[in-house]
């Protein structure tokens, strides 16, 4: 009988939540920390298609900072950061993009879409929804420090993001941006954290949550 009773209120709670956030963008950032536990990500990701599955409309960015890391090790490059960035050179952003979008990306889509959701990777290697501009941070003394190919959201293409969430989709988005800046040495591509890419995608979307 008390399992009954708490499963009762569990329903009817989760009614509650169906009910605010129906038909309303919800942007779930996911971090590199909970890609390596695969119960809880597996878990994470029940949880967005069950959103998706009851008229909510959820958009992921992930990020993969120790997979990258990991990666880099094996070939042999040593990470290196800056108050807290990763310092993004050429090859560096080479590695980042293939874990980012060939492993990460893809086993999210893969996992979503194998739950009988409708899942879609947007990259820097197919459709790309981030823009960019190089990003510099403020040093000790006032001067101006560089990180490489490390940007900051410019713009979102919401006309696409809108059109997938309106029919069901759920966007999945690595944080890879088109530069908007140009070619920097034959780059057009920069490397963004994904916790500053969420924010831009809430805002633009004008997110009910993030």
Known sequence: MDFAIEKAVALIEAHRYIQRFRDK????????????????????????????????????????????TEAMNKAGLKAKFIQGRRYTDRETLEIAEKVLVTEVNKSIVDHLNNAGSYALGLHSLGSCVLFAQRMYLKGAAGERVDLGYVGDVVEVNTVLLEALTEDGYIPVIAPVAIARDGSDNGVFKLNVNADTAAGPVAAALKAEKL
């Open 25 to 68: 963008v919800v942007v779930v950032k996911v971090g590199g920390s909970i890609q390596e536990d695969d119960e809880r990500m597996k878990a994470l990701l029940t949880d967005v298609s069950f959103m998706s599955a009851v008229g909510m409309r959820p958009v992921i960015v992930h990020g993969g900072g120790k997979s990258i």
